[in-house]
């Protein structure tokens, strides 16, 4: 089969006192697959193409993803998830979150679909039932060729108050050189606060464990207690053979100030992330 170098897929994120689970539905070349993260483990399920389908409501073979929710029939030796989960109060950000660079021929473009959202509903996972009702949900997208061969993502909406954070820092191929740049949304109490590299935002620090940036009066501190997490296949040229690794419910400290005042200041438990150096 001839390979096109292009990949796309769909993060899937949901959390409640039921547990933790991310579900990520996808083509690339090779074939279609549906990820699945817990906090316990990670699972792979290859599709053949034919059965990936995204004109009204993406579907992967007995999997269907949309707005609305998710259903999912996966029956596999290694896996076996069944359920529904459903979405209302989808909370978009304004505008493209990529801004000027999705103008730009790039690697890899990002979007944000719901920063937060309220879920219901429950699957079974291996005989093991997860309720996610009153649960908040997160969905974001890629596509292109290529994940960066370096960066750091982080995602929470597991705050006491009314808050769902989303930052990364990337290093990323331009114009025959690489250049390192970032994309955060801070959503809290109804505002969206954008920091990015289009908008002037300098990353300060970006190293395992730890992300700081700051744009102007705005600081975004991120210390993450992370542990090596659960194995992904991640896109190189279009192909899933690059190995990443994502916790997917870790401890994490957020501070957020504005001018020397503080916005939020919060360690979350069950925050999402990944660092690839």
């Not at 030796?77 to 990529?98: K, Q």
């Not at 982080?154 to 390192?180: L, M, Q, T, Y």
Request: hydrophobic share 35%; charged share 20%.
């Amino acid at each position: 089969m001839r390979s096109s170098g292009y990949f796309e897929g769909w993060y899937h994120k949901h959390q409640a006192r039921g547990g933790s689970l991310a579900v990520i539905p996808g083509r690339a070349d090779g074939g279609a697959f549906v990820q699945v993260v817990t906090d316990n483990g990670s699972y792979n399920i290859s599709y053949p193409l034919s059965e990936y389908d995204r004109r009204d409501v993406l579907t992967v073979g007995g999997n269907r993803f949309s707005r609305s929710g998710v259903t999912l029939g996966i029956s596999r030796p290694e896996l076996t998830l069944t359920g529904e989960i459903r979405y209302t109060d989808l909370t978009p950000i304004r505008g493209d979150i990529m801004g000027p660079f999705r103008f730009i021929p790039m690697e890899c473009r990002h979007e944000i679909v719901s920063m937060r959202h309220r879920l219901t509903g429950s699957v079974l996972l291996n005989g093991n039932t997860l309720d996610f009702s009153d649960g908040i949900g997160y969905i974001e997208s890629d596509r292109g060729r290529s994940f960066p061969d370096a960066y750091a993502w982080v995602h929470c909406n597991s705050f006491e108050g009314d808050a769902s954070i989303v930052a990364s820092a990337a290093r990323i191929p331009f114009c025959g050189g690489r250049f390192w740049g970032c994309i955060c949304v801070v959503w809290l109490n109804g505002r969206e606060y954008r920091l990015a590299t289009y908008r002037g935002a300098k990353i300060r620090r970006c190293e395992p464990g730890i992300l700081e940036l700051r744009q102007g009066k705005y600081r975004l501190t991120v210390t993450a207690d992370t542990h090596d997490g659960q194995p992904l296949a991640a896109p190189s040229l279009g192909a899933m053979d690059r190995v990443i690794y994502e916790d997917l419910s870790c401890p994490a400290r957020f501070r957020f100030t504005e001018g020397g005042h503080v916005l939020l200041d919060e360690t979350s438990a069950h925050t999402s992330y990944e660092y690839v150096g």
